[in-house]
């Protein structure tokens, strides 16, 4: 379904939230919005066979409508695992359910509608979290981070996808530019992205690629890497020594 949400001219523009009108229309949004989304989406199967181990846990973390958990089940499926998908949107995974229900995969994947800062990780040997710290209080980061980390076992990794931001003005505008740019070529029109921008505001926190490479750094992960970047939008993968 395509994404309609922000094309009527509106009064006053509320906060962003993922609900039933966002769900309708996710992938929708997120492919036109996101340059490299399927990219890194379908990355996530073939770095998650890296490390992913029999009879472990693979967390995936804003799972929304499972598409991360759907190319790591397609892509690992040799052995016995189970993928914990959690979304703290009740539409979200619900719907992801219905998906689910349609859709042939061995792995098991066990969808929980609740908060991961409340969510138990142990005995892991994958966790992704694809564009969803981004939407995490800042002063809360460090601690869903150290926690993925301590529900990590020794050889597990991270792999943790995020908009950014940079120190340089220059730079920032350079990539802002082709990222509007990039979404006008998908079809949205300038009040779209103007609307959206204004919803987003304060609610999707983004910071500079030194930051996350820090706070992995201070949260215990000895190795991190960027392992992709299109314009404003990078995937990291930081593995447990
Ligand atoms: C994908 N990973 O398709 N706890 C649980 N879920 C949360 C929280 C939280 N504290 N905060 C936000 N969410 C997916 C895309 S979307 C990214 C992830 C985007 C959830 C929120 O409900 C939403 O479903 C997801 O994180 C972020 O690769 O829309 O830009």
Redesign the pocket.
Known sequence: MKDLVYSEKMDSVERFR?NASVVDVFPDM?NRS?PGYETM?GFSGIIADRYIQPQTNCY??????G??SFAIANHVNHFDYSIIA????PE?TERFAKIKQRQITTVPIDIRC????DTDINNASFAVM???LQ??APELRDEIIKKIYAGLNPGGALMLSEKIIFDSEKEQSFIEQNHYAFKKSNGYSELEISQKRSALENV?IAETVSEHLERFKRCGFAEAYKWYQCLNFVSFVAVKK
């Open positions: 993922f997120i996101v989406i995936d973390l804003g799972c929304s409508l598409a991360s959690v979304d703290n949107s979200m609740m908060d991961v800062m694809n564009f969803t939407f995490i999707l």
